[in-house]
């Protein structure tokens, strides 16, 4: 571009040098380098496949071929001008990720017998590769800190959002090393003692889990899992260092960021049984301690406690563990105090959340992303019961008014939320509470007024996803990502690009995290991630590769029609933007590890 004098390009240059820290020598040269095509890690170049069976059923991962861009048509519903490549611009490159479900498995206020009543039904209370998730989300942030300019157009990476589903299970731990695992805050992922690893996997009466010191005896050995006897303690002793996330980044909340295992409300025996010394290995005795409060409810947790006919009360079936505080259970308001402790960098202060947010109590915000790219974060989540969401009257009146504005202004509009459109049908209330709660088609109708509105991001579904959503004159693009817990744990990066000819385009590409796709034996982070992507890999409840999408879900083009003339985007606002974002990104590489 050559929107900036040379003048307006070295003030601009030394400004950002003094803010970033980074030698004007270095910077400047950095500013003044031409965007290209990076040639960074992606799904561009390989994906991670099943590969050959083993004896029994367990299977490794191998290598397969890069998958390029599809360009989808479902908005724009006509040709696109073959020319666009050799004029597009991008307006902005972000990060998105999704359901990182950080565990703390050793916590006593862990359901994990849960999956001997229904493993396909209960899979999210255990998974083999629990013990790994801080490793697999400090791959996944050096993933976008190594594709931090477009391997489109090399743009830099301007911000990122994550969309809910953090903190697995509600511990205050889990909420920490999230938040600190994308700061760059180097993260030592155990609890209790410290010295051993004190959870069911360690535990030979726990047959019905995976006990990677020796998995015979159970269904996991009997399917072929591996004997891996370093694991436990290679994922507990040491700290897993981080180089956080490149770029600014936000968050809203997801489902298990609100209720317990995403599903139901906390009580005081689970906040109690959490910072406790007793933990549960058997079906019965999680039962009768952790569930024994919502026997009376009528739940599904109660239902789930009558059949198996066990009566509450004291019982056999665990062991002891050292209680630790810092377990304990997060109450609503704390998932947003706990974003203003951060680092100042990358920041923001509050990653979305705002004062307003802790004041009123509030759960959703607005930002500008880039001088015309205004994004909405919303809380979509049911804080009665259900996975599943929908959008409260406040805040789907609060976003009309806001689209509004946004429609005037001709910003173009992001919004941002957990659920997506196949599962925002949750109406489940308190009595008393009356406010209504929009589902899908109200949502979807909403949004289809503006057509400003050009990207829904979202998740919850663990799977790659992208749906059109249409009327007579447009639409916009909804695009979910995968999970970090669920294989293929992957995750993705979006651009939004002007093709000057009347049309925009979103570019999205599937991101695998930064680990080798063989785990090896180092005890390093990121094999520790790729051990975690094998063991994901070999659900036999789920259909793994279901969840990595169509190629129509995965590295798209997906076109739409611009909703106001572009040309009021100058180069030169669009290359003062673009210096500010590679000057971050060069600060990040710069400041390297906290």
């Not at 206020?109 to 009543?117: C, S, T």
């Not at 998730?133 to 994550?162: C, E, N, W, Y």
Request: hydrophobic share 40%; glycine share 10%; net charge negative.
């Amino acid at each position: 571009m050559s929107g900036l004098s040379r003048r307006q390009f070295l003030t601009r240059a030394t400004a950002l040098a003094a803010l970033t820290g980074v030698d004007l020598t270095i910077l400047g040269a950095a500013l003044a380098a031409a965007d290209e095509p990076f040639d960074g890690p992606s799904t561009l170049t390989q994906t991670i496949l099943q590969g050959t069976r083993g004896s029994k059923s367990y299977r490794v991962l191998a290598a397969g071929p890069g998958e390029p861009y599809i360009p989808r048509l479902d908005v724009l519903r006509r040709s696109p001008n073959a020319a666009r490549s050799s004029s597009r611009r991008s307006l902005l490159y972000l990060g998105h990720l999704s359901d990182l479900h950080v565990i703390d498995a050793q916590s006593p206020g862990r359901i994990e017998p849960m999956i001997e009543q229904d493993h396909a039904a209960w899979g999210s209370a255990f998974h083999p590769q629990d013990p790994l998730t801080v490793h697999v989300t400090a791959a996944m942030v050096k993933s976008f800190a190594d594709l931090r300019f477009s391997p489109l157009t090399g743009a830099p990476m301007g911000v990122a959002i994550v969309t809910g589903d953090s903190a697995d299970m509600h511990s205050h731990l889990e909420l920490r090393w999230y938040i600190d695992i994308l700061d760059g805050i180097g993260v030592r992922p155990t609890s209790g003692s410290g010295s051993a690893f004190e959870g069911v996997q360690a535990w030979s009466e726990a047959e019905w889990a995976y006990r990677p010191g020796d998995p015979a005896g159970g269904s996991f050995g009997d399917y072929g899992f591996p004997r891996l006897p370093d694991l436990l303690e290679q994922a507990t002793a040491q700290t897993v260092e981080s180089v956080g996330m490149p770029v600014p980044w936000y968050a809203v909340y997801g489902n298990h960021d609100t209720l317990l295992l995403g599903t139901f409300g906390l009580n005081s025996q689970l906040r109690a049984l959490a910072t406790g010394g007793r933990k549960a290995y058997t079906l019965e005795a999680t039962a009768s301690s952790a569930l024994n409060g919502y026997a009376a409810t009528g739940s599904v947790l109660g239902r789930a406690i009558d059949a198996l006919g066990v009566q509450l009360g004291g019982r056999s079936g665990f062991r002891d563990v050292p209680a630790d505080q810092a377990r304990y259970l997060f109450e609503q308001h704390t998932f947003m105090a706990e974003h203003f402790r951060t680092a100042p960098t990358p920041g923001p202060i509050g990653h979305g959340f705002t004062q307003r947010n802790l004041d009123t109590g509030e759960t959703w915000w607005k930002a500008d992303w880039s001088p015309r790219v205004r994004a909405f974060g919303l809380d979509t989540c049911n804080h009665v019961a259900g996975p599943d969401g929908a959008v409260p009257d406040d805040q789907f009146r609060w976003l009309a008014d806001e689209l509004e504005i946004a429609q005037a202004e001709k910003r173009l509009v992001i919004v941002l939320s957990h659920h997506n459109s196949l599962t925002l049908e949750n109406r489940a209330t308190k009595p008393g509470h009356d406010q209504k709660l929009h589902g899908a088609d109200e949502f979807v109708d909403l949004l289809l007024k503006y057509p400003v509105v050009v990207g829904w991001l979202n998740g919850h579904t663990h799977l790659n996803q992208i749906l059109a959503h249409t009327n007579a004159t447009g639409g916009f693009w909804e695009i979910t990502t995968a999970s970090c817990i669920d294989f293929p744990q992957q995750q993705q990066v979006v651009e939004i690009v002007d093709n000057r000819d009347g049309t925009l385009s979103l570019f999205t590409t599937v991101l695998d995290h930064a680990s080798p796709v063989t785990p090896g034996a180092s005890g390093g982070y990121l094999d520790l991630a790729s051990q975690s992507r094998e063991l994901a890999a070999n659900d036999w409840a789920e259909t793994p590769l279901m969840r990595r999408g169509s190629p129509l879900d995965r590295n798209t083009e997906l076109l739409l029609p611009a909703p106001f003339d572009m040309e009021l985007i100058t180069d030169a606002e669009l290359e003062a933007q673009h210096l500010t974002e590679r000057a971050r990104v060069v600060g990040h590489a710069e400041r390297g590890p906290r």
